[in-house]
């Protein structure tokens, strides 16, 4: 019924289904974390959700990530990337139990909303993100501007120094 783990159902990174049968009255709720610990607080949070037997008022977490390549000393290394660092999403029926249970896990800081009223997400902003994050092609991050000085450090122009004049991302190559 429920994983305790990093999940990619749908081929979805960061996605934690507590409860596959979801209330068509739930709402996606964004919640503030510390930075750097949002998988840790969503890890904890499917626990503290079981363990207190929300199962049917909290149904998925979601920390919203996507694969890309670094290029870093002429290796190639693919990393998930958050593309909110310090925040999550939760689908949850909102009460006073089940944001008790959020509001006081370890690591979250808060829900966004107005004051101390936390605002749900528009069913469309979730189905746009959640399409964005499941494109399938890594993205590659440049290290390297157009203009920049390098060093080539392999082949027969070893030792070299050159420019660089054309950054192709999409590839992850320079000229």
């Given at each position: 019924?429920?994983?305790?783990?990093?999940?990619?159902?749908?081929n979805?990174?960061?996605l934690?289904?507590?409860?596959?049968?979801?209330?068509?009255?739930?709402?996606?709720?964004?919640?503030?974390?510390?930075?750097?610990?949002?998988?840790?607080?969503?890890?904890?949070?499917?626990?503290?959700?079981?363990?207190?037997?929300?199962?049917?008022?909290?149904?998925?977490?979601?920390?919203?990530?996507?694969?890309?390549?670094?290029?870093?000393?002429?290796?190639?290394?693919?990393?998930?990337?958050?593309?909110?660092?310090?925040?999550?999403?939760?689908?949850?029926?909102?009460?006073?139990?089940?944001?008790?249970?959020?509001?006081?896990?370890?690591?979250?800081?808060?829900?966004?909303?107005?004051?101390?009223?936390?605002?749900?997400?528009?069913?469309?902003?979730?189905?746009?993100?959640?399409?964005?994050?499941?494109?399938?092609?890594?993205?590659?991050?440049?290290?390297?501007?157009?203009?920049?000085?390098?060093?080539?450090?392999?082949?027969?122009?070893?030792?070299?120094?050159s420019?660089?004049?054309?950054?192709?991302?999409?590839?992850?190559?320079?000229?």
């Open positions: 019924m429920s994983t305790n783990n990093n999940t990619n159902n749908d979805m990174l960061g934690f289904k507590i409860n596959p049968i979801v209330s068509p009255d739930a709402r996606w709720y964004i919640i503030h974390t510390y930075s750097g610990h949002e998988l840790k607080v969503a890890n904890s949070l499917v626990q503290r959700v079981e363990l207190k037997g929300l199962t049917n008022k909290v149904f998925t977490l979601y920390v919203p990530q996507q694969q890309k390549i670094v290029v870093n000393e002429g290796k190639k290394r693919s990393v998930d990337e958050k593309l909110f660092p310090g925040y999550m999403m939760v689908q949850m029926l909102m009460d006073d139990d089940s944001w008790y249970v959020v509001r006081s896990t370890p690591g979250v800081t808060g829900f966004v909303g107005m004051g101390s009223t936390p605002t749900p997400m528009s069913r469309k902003e979730v189905e746009e993100l959640m399409k964005f994050t499941q494109n399938s092609t890594p993205k590659f991050e440049a290290k390297f501007s157009v203009g920049d000085s390098v060093k080539i450090n392999e082949g027969p122009f070893k030792d070299f120094l420019r660089v004049d054309e950054v192709n991302e999409a590839q992850g190559k320079v000229t």
